[in-house]
């Protein structure tokens, strides 16, 4: 089973294989800050990968498309940023994500 490490709050969760970032870690009672339907409009859930981008489902033309649309086309020349509601685990991840908190 995937296991996340989310910074600077410093958890860890195992995922199961194929979720996203973001409902595995909301799933274990923690919030991860949006602004849409998790639906990858907003990229408000965005995320760095610290270690293990290799390890999440590559990124879509929807993901692709709206990063371009919110933060311009320099943001996705960075592979390690991603959106936790669209990126699914297939592996070990470290990510980095403030605003992440107990709900
Ligand atoms: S929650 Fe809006 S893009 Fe991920």
Same mark, same amino acid.
């Given at each position: 089973m995937p296991r996340i490490r989310v910074e600077p709050i410093g958890i860890e969760i195992d995922a199961p294989e194929n979720e996203t970032v973001m409902d595995a870690v909301c799933a274990e009672g923690y919030y991860w800050p949006v602004g849409?339907? @998790?639906? #990858?409009?907003?990229?408000?859930c965005s995320m760095e990968v %610290? /270690? #293990?981008? #290799? @390890? %999440?489902t590559a990124m879509g033309r929807w993901e692709r498309a709206n990063l371009v649309r919110q933060r311009?086309? @320099? /943001?996705?020349?960075?592979?390690? %940023? @991603?959106l936790a509601c669209q990126a699914r685990v297939r592996g070990d991840v470290i990510v980095y994500k403030r605003g992440v908190e107990p709900e």
């Open positions: 849409c339907a @998790r639906n #990858g409009e907003c990229t408000n %610290l /270690s #293990g981008v #290799g @390890r %999440l311009g086309l @320099r /943001s996705i020349e960075d592979p390690r %940023l @991603r």
